[in-house]
């Protein structure tokens, strides 16, 4: 369930994270726009809505944990930690700059808000069993989020840590496969196919449950869904749009992990501002 | 001055030349053919291509059945994956039964620029350096990029061969020789030896041309073999120039340097300084920036040369 505050809110942090994400890779002049704005909508429902977490204490030891395991979509995770608070919202376009915090993937011991160094791909989800089995340890009430990309999936590390959980009983970990199908060479079906992707993660002990990664409403009731399974962790494949929300990156390949160019750039931004409006004619006023 | 060209373009060309003539050429990639350039192979020669998708170690592993089984493999991949993330599969599957897999890696070294540490590596030719059987390739521009894929897939055996993703100078010509094993003088002098691989042999040439301006003669050597290394030119330099500067886009930690200086040590001892990326992990930014803030530049040979000259 989700009221029509949250869903407001919600609304328009999505869309000015996108806009910080496009702004971000044009002015660095490389990173990821697609997997970054596949991510977009998840990242701003976790960290506005789901999770117990103080912009201004980001290392306070109750939190709720998220390791971006898919590394390379550090422009989502930047942009919505900044819209947070977590630090300044100017920082954003020093991305990839030499001397930046902002790094083009994400450096723990770099960023506050980072709670984990990644960008060799599947590696995130060891990590997070790590966490999840530190607050068993500690008898801590945290939950530990992580997510995947659909391709990352392919790492036989993925599938070690999948096993990890499981026979752990780690159902303080949930996690998220941004399925939007696609990887660097193509379609992930034509790349190295992953179906059936649901009864994989089952058949290694998961809970799985397969949503719409774009509406905030179904990454609401999934995440509760998840945190009502005792015994097994969790697994939440979200369907999503790679390059979702600027209409020439949607469903490309080509923008995986390449800024838009001076035209490009303009367009998105329309677009975005665009989508802007139409949310303050649905919703009445903005943020 | 000199042309700029692209290494892996050269790699990603020569290998469909190569693939018209041998039929038993496989390749393999993990999820980068657009970025390793094995795509042009891929295009050509679709059944003799293998996707892995992201998932290198098993790639090695494949590597290393094809190449059991009488197929030439050429696997590649960005250099801090192909390397570091299969070392196992590399040491065990492909290096100790001496297969015929040749691990040919792009983006290497800190010129990775944006992507940052995760993805720069400066530790890949001190991890292959140290498996036995394994030799280690690292031509200087896209000239001879071509010849060396051509040389390694000639000769049987494991080969490890990296490549920058930059563009880079090309300063050497289509009919100097290649051969495996064997440095070449790019130009004489005589009061101290620059012994550079990769993108820095033409840092070294610069820096040679900065030194000459202050009366100083300089050798400069490619070292486009790192292993086996050619101990006979790097003794013969240091016997008459007395003074060596070695130069790498590569940790100072195990790579040229180290060979060159252990080498030296033991045969023939003479001052060395190492110019190299320093002991910590690199960060995002351009790359040419980074050159300069890791201290890989014609300016930084410059001084390393006259302080070895020093301590003759
Ligand atoms: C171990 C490793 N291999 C290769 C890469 C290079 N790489 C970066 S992103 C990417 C594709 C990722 O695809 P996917 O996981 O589907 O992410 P998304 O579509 O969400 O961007 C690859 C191969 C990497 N970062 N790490
Ligand atoms: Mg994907």
Redesign the interface.
């Given at each position: 369930m989700i009221d029509e505050e949250t869903l407001k809110k919600l609304s328009f942090k999505a869309n000015a994270v996108r806009k910080h994400v496009i702004e971000m890779v044009y002015a660095?002049?490389?990173?990821h726009p697609g997997g970054s704005l596949s991510a977009t909508d998840m990242l701003v429902t976790l960290y506005f809505h789901i999770m117990n977490y103080d912009p201004e204490n980001p290392t306070w030891e109750e939190r709720d944990r998220f390791v971006l395991s898919k590394?390379h979509a550090a422009p989502a995770l930047y942009a919505t930690l900044a819209e947070l608070g977590v630090f300044p919202v100017d920082e954003l376009l020093t991305?990839?700059?030499?001397?930046?915090r902002?790094?083009?993937?994400p450096?723990m011991r770099k960023l506050p808000g980072i709670e984990a160094?990644?960008?060799?791909?599947?590696q995130g989800l060891s990590i997070a069993n790590g966490m999840a089995l530190a607050a068993k340890l500690d008898r801590k009430l945290y939950n530990v989020f992580v997510m995947l990309g659909d391709?990352?999936v392919?790492?036989?590390q993925v599938w070690e840590a999948a096993m990890f959980a499981s026979h752990y009983k780690l159902d303080n970990l949930i996690g998220f496969v941004d399925r939007n199908r696609l990887?660097?060479?193509g379609e992930?079906e034509k790349?190295?196919s992953l179906e059936p992707l649901t009864e994989k993660w089952r058949s290694f002990g998961w809970a799985v449950r397969e949503i719409n990664g774009h509406d905030f409403e179904e990454i609401i009731d999934a995440v509760e869904w998840a945190k009502g399974i005792k015994g097994r962790p969790a697994m939440i494949i979200a369907h999503t749009i790679k390059g979702k929300g600027v209409s020439f990156m949607e469903g490309s390949v080509h923008f995986h992990g390449k800024p838009p160019n001076d035209e490009e750039y303009r367009i998105a931004l329309n677009e975005l501002e665009d989508e802007r409006k139409r949310l303050v004619e649905e919703f009445g006023g903005g943020s | 001055m000199w042309e700029m060209a692209s290494q892996r373009v050269a790699f990603g060309k020569t290998l469909v030349e190569i693939g018209k003539e041998n039929p038993d050429l496989v390749l393999l990639?993990a999820?980068?053919?657009?970025?390793t350039k094995t795509?042009f192979f891929e295009r050509e020669f679709p059944e003799r291509f293998f996707?892995?998708?992201?998932?290198e170690?098993?790639m090695m592993g494949v590597s290393a059945g094809l190449a059991a089984s009488g197929k030439v493999v050429v696997a590649s991949t960005f250099a801090?994956?192909a390397t570091g993330?299969c070392y196992d599969q590399i040491r065990q599957s492909i290096a100790y039964p001496r297969l015929n897999v040749k691990i040919v890696a792009s983006h290497a070294g800190i010129t990775v620029?944006?992507?940052?540490?995760?993805?720069q590596t400066a530790e890949d030719i001190a991890l292959m350096k140290v498996i036995p059987n394994m030799r280690v390739i690292v031509p200087a521009d896209a000239v001879e990029t071509g010849k060396a894929v051509r040389a390694i897939i000639e000769e049987e055996g494991p080969f490890y061969m990296r490549m920058g993703r930059s563009d880079v100078p090309t300063i050497t010509k289509e009919d100097d020789p290649f051969e495996i094993g064997k440095a070449t003088v790019m130009r004489d002098g005589s009061d101290v030896s620059l012994i550079g691989t990769g993108i820095m042999v033409s840092q070294a040439l610069k820096a040679a041309e900065m030194l000459r301006l202050e009366g100083i003669e300089a050798e400069v050597i490619n070292m486009s073999t790192l292993k086996p290394l050619d101990e006979e030119t790097t003794i013969r330099a240091a016997k008459k120039t007395g003074a060596v500067v070695t130069t790498e886009e590569h940790s100072v930690i195990f790579g040229l340097g180290n060979s060159v200086a252990i080498t030296l040590g033991e045969k023939y001892p003479v001052p060395v300084k190492r110019v190299g990326i320093p002991d910590r992990f690199g960060?995002?930014?351009?790359w040419d920036?980074?050159m300069v803030?890791y201290g890989l530049t014609p300016e930084n040979i410059v001084s390393a040369a006259k302080e070895v000259i020093k301590q003759k």
């Open positions: 660095a002049g490389s990173g590394g991305l990839r700059k030499i001397g930046s902002l790094q083009g993937h450096d160094s990644t960008g060799s791909l599947g391709g990352e392919g790492e036989g990887q660097i060479d992930t790349v190295m | 990639g999820d980068l053919s657009s970025s795509s996707n892995c998708g992201i998932a170690a098993n801090v994956f993330r620029g944006g992507d940052g540490a995760s993805h960060e995002s930014g351009e920036a980074l803030k």
